[in-house]
């Protein structure tokens, strides 16, 4: 039985209610470091509905509807965890973001790409808490189960002063950030749907492993080291939001449930939005050698990018190839494709050393959910 048919007929999920998972907390999930009031287990036992058909929004979910949104909801939380991290020393923390006290020499480095970075960190970071917050809270209003990571909250938080000391999802200490979203969305012949590679904006930060944080107030000086710190934040920021971006309409091509392909469609956008926003201040990264690790960062005007098309003021997408080289150019969200596109995304994350420190089992259940999102199908197809 092919995959369409396999899934056309499914029933809806339904998962065990647990009062636990009533409230989730934005808020006391900043102030923690843990999802307040999400209890369930991850990938639990599932239950079955009566009904098979039923309104949008009323009705259990299909299982595949179901583990689409799963798998959103993990993204979420990751990215959550790591936006916290930068907020807690680079941004503002206040009632909406509150956790750490900043980093005063981290913030002058970060305000070198923008004077607003604070604020702007401060926003991303409020966005993705919501987004998780809310796709957990519509799962379990539709009977299916919400995320939980917190098990997995065992990576260290950096010592500078500023960082709260709880466990953490993500490491933003020794990343391997691929920089080739800077030249991928500035192609007007190449699409990665068609299998086209891509070059790297800053070849030594996908070479090695460097810090987008500092790791204790050791890093703060001398100058050129921790403006490379921040210049590695700016170019990691703009590579998370371009994966999200890109993540959620490839994703919208398999759910079945209009009001879930509502809620894919709402929040998409916002993360195209925050990737416009950072490839916007990673073009500021002022050329420069750390002279700690020796990372080298490009004048990004200057071959062997440079030219019309390398333009450092240029962030909208170039119009490329689309579906089909015969159709003429467009100027689109790239990748969009749906096949495979939840492990890809998690396996691009992966690389980046975002997960360093974390044990099989964490890649083992982000791996699971992955392809149960990847193995969803609209019904009918």
Do not use: C
């Amino acid at each position: 039985m092919d995959q369409a048919a396999q899934t056309s007929t499914e029933e809806p999920v339904v998962a065990q209610e647990d009062e636990s998972t009533a409230g989730v907390s934005r808020l006391s999930f900043l102030a923690t470091g843990v999802a307040a009031g999400v209890g369930a287990t991850l990938l639990g036992p599932l239950g079955r509905s009566a009904t098979a058909l039923a309104d949008p929004g009323k009705a259990g979910l299909s299982k595949g509807d179901a583990a689409i949104l799963r798998f959103l909801a993990a993204a979420e939380l990751l990215e959550a965890d790591l936006w916290q991290q930068y907020n807690e020393l680079g941004g503002i923390q206040d009632a909406q973001v509150p956790g750490g006290s900043g980093s005063p020499r981290y913030v002058s480095a970060l305000e070198v790409l923008d004077e607003d970075m604070s604020q702007y960190i401060h926003d991303n970071t409020h966005d993705e808490v919501s987004h998780f917050t809310f796709i957990n809270a519509y799962l379990k209003s539709r009977g299916a189960d919400p995320v939980d990571l917190d098990r997995f909250r065992n990576l260290p938080s950096s010592k500078a002063t500023g960082a709260q000391q709880i466990g953490r999802l993500t490491n933003l200490t020794e990343l391997t950030v691929d920089t080739s979203w800077w030249t991928k969305y500035r192609s007007s012949t190449k699409n990665p749907d068609f299998g086209d590679k891509f070059p790297q904006a800053v070849p030594g930060m996908a070479a090695g492993r460097f810090p987008a944080i500092p790791r204790s107030d050791s890093d703060l000086e001398p100058a050129n080291h921790i403006q490379a710190i921040a210049n590695t934040a700016g170019f990691h920021f703009g590579a998370v939001e371009q994966t999200g971006a890109s993540l959620y309409p490839s994703l919208a091509q398999r759910v079945s449930d209009p009001e879930v392909l509502r809620v894919l469609l709402s929040i998409g956008p916002t993360e195209a939005m925050h990737f416009q926003t950072w490839h916007d201040k990673a073009g500021n990264a002022p050329p420069l050698t750390d002279p700690t690790s020796g990372l080298v960062f490009p004048n990004l005007n200057a071959p062997p990018l440079g030219g019309e098309e390398f333009k450092t003021n240029l962030i909208m997408p170039k119009p490329t190839i689309f579906l089909r080289r015969s159709l003429p150019v467009a100027s689109i969200v790239r990748p969009t494709n749906t096949q495979g596109a939840a492990l890809a995304t998690f396996n691009a994350v992966a690389a980046e050393e975002l997960f360093r420190g974390q044990p099989k089992e964490f890649f083992a259940t982000l791996t699971g959910l992955a392809n149960a999102a990847d193995a969803a199908a609209r019904h009918g197809r």
